[in-house]
Nanobody, 120 residues
Framework: QVQVVESGGDSVQPGGSLRLSCVAS????????MGWYRQAPGKEREMVAI???????KYADSVQGRFIISRDNAKNTLYLQMNSLKPEDTAVYYC??????????????WGQGTQVTVSS
């Protein structure tokens, strides 16, 4: 089982940028599909982006072109570069260390999440 710890959340103004990090430990394999998800108040958790070493990346339509997911297997770290942030990006962001492709279903354990707030 992969354990994850997210960090990097903050409060930013619309149009700003943030980079989230997720450090993974446990049974780590370079071919694990990993992903970022988010949950806004009163809403269900949703997929933001997933990454597969063999299949590439997938993004939610709402973040396509603004967010970039990447991973550094040597550091067991997953990243999410978030640009041109909008108020609707406000949510708690979670990392998951085991995701099913292509449904984007997260089946690994969750971390505590990191809060991102976009507001003027």
């Amino acid at each position: 089982q992969v354990q994850v710890v997210e960090s990097g959340g903050d409060s930013v103004q619309p149009g700003g940028s943030l980079r989230l990090s997720c450090v993974a430990s446990g049974s780590i394999f370079g071919t694990n599909i990993m992903g970022w998800y988010r949950q806004a108040p009163g809403k269900e958790r949703e997929m933001v982006a997933i990454i597969s070493s063999r299949r590439g990346t997938k993004y939610a339509d709402s973040v396509q072109g603004r967010f970039i997911i990447s991973r550094d297997n040597a550091k067991n770290t997953l990243y999410l570069q978030m640009n041109s942030l909008k108020p609707e990006d406000t949510a708690v962001y979670y990392c998951n260390g085991l995701v099913i492709w292509p449904t984007s279903t997260p089946v690994g354990s969750w971390g505590q999440g990191t809060q991102v707030t976009v507001s003027s």
